[in-house]
């Protein structure tokens, strides 16, 4: 039987990170394609959403086969958060998330974000206030500790599961190490024998080899992937089935830039499409001379007619 969180089924148990500025809906419906058994909007303002920021709002944009989605919200104001769950725009999510382990200097001093880890009264009233003000499943995102002084990832846990908390989602690293370093596994699988809801370890899983050992180590019961599904959206099916889909970085490129100009003006999406542009090509296209050319391209046409001519 696939995992659940709450009633919520998974197509899988390799889920994609929220990533601010990638995670974007072709992105997200690209890896779902592959297999992922959820993803995830990047964090998006409570507070902004409760004055309707227009930036804020279009981070919301969804597909209608885009299931199962989750959305994560991130902020310090437990009615502020309550609120924004009952926002209608967050009504298509099955899953809200909050985001308690953004390590982000200018979010950490807003009190929001990883700063959560150091104040676990206002975390628990965070999460109890969003579990009471929907009947979905409310996840919670956070790291093993804030520096490497304290390792509060299983007491965290046990809140966040007392709270009401539907599954959890634990960056094996400290706030203070932010995306470099040593994953610690050890305290992910600390996590996983603590508590009784879903588990998700996070941290540098890049292979299937990676994935196998993560759950082995850990107990976990899934696994949350982001920078390694960076220009490889077929990650999910290569990691889960132990074969290398056959794809067309082109057609998986111009999908991407398409889907966004769905929604999107062209010059956004050109500008929006540059780090993943710079992804998609990292691997078989070494050519730094077209990057080059490519990024300083501002219309699709010329980018993708570029593109055609060095890719087919
Ligand atoms: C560019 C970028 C943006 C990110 N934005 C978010 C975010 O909006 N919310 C969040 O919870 N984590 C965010 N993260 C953290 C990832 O979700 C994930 O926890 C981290 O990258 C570790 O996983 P990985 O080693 O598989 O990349 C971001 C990471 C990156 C690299």
Request: aromatic share 8%; proline share 4%.
């Amino acid at each position: 039987m696939n995992l659940k969180i709450k009633n919520v089924e998974l197509k899988s148990n390799l889920i994609l990170a929220p990533m601010a500025g990638l995670s974007d809906v072709a992105f997200r419906n690209m890896c779902l394609k592959f297999g992922a058994g959820l993803v995830c909007t990047e964090m998006v303002s409570a507070k902004a959403l409760s004055y309707k920021n227009k930036k804020t709002e279009d981070l919301l944009i969804t597909l209608d086969h885009e299931v199962p989605k989750a959305v994560q919200i991130f902020g310090h104001e437990p009615e502020v958060m309550a609120e924004a769950v009952k926002n209608p725009l967050l009504a298509k999510f099955d899953i809200i998330d909050i985001n308690m382990g953004c390590p982000a200097p200018k979010i950490v001093k807003n009190g929001d974000g990883s700063a959560l880890l150091k104040n676990f009264d206002l975390a628990e009233q965070i999460i109890s206030a969003c579990v009471n003000a929907t009947d979905k499943p409310i996840t919670v995102k956070f790291r093993i500790g804030f520096d490497e002084k304290e390792n509060i990832a299983v007491d965290f846990a046990r809140m966040c599961e007392r709270a009401g908390a539907a599954a959890i989602t634990v960056h094996g690293r400290t706030t203070k190490q932010g995306y470099s370093g040593i994953v610690n596994y050890e305290a992910i699988k600390q996590v996983k024998q603590a508590v009784n809801i879903p588990i998700f370890a996070n941290g540098n899983c890049e292979t299937r080899e990676d994935y196998e050992n993560i759950l082995k180590i850990t107990g976990a019961d899934g696994i949350m992937i982001g920078r390694a599904s960076l220009g490889s959206p077929e990650i999910f099916e290569e990691i889960l089935s132990g074969k290398k889909p056959d794809v067309n970085k082109f057609e998986q490129i111009k999908y991407h830039y398409e889907t966004l100009m769905k929604f999107f003006p062209e010059k956004a999406v050109v500008l929006s499409m540059r780090t993943h542009l710079a992804n998609y090509l990292k691997k078989e296209y070494k050519n730094t001379k077209l990057l080059i050319e490519l990024l300083k391209m501002n219309s699709y046409s010329e980018i993708i007619e570029k593109l055609r001519q060095n890719m087919l």
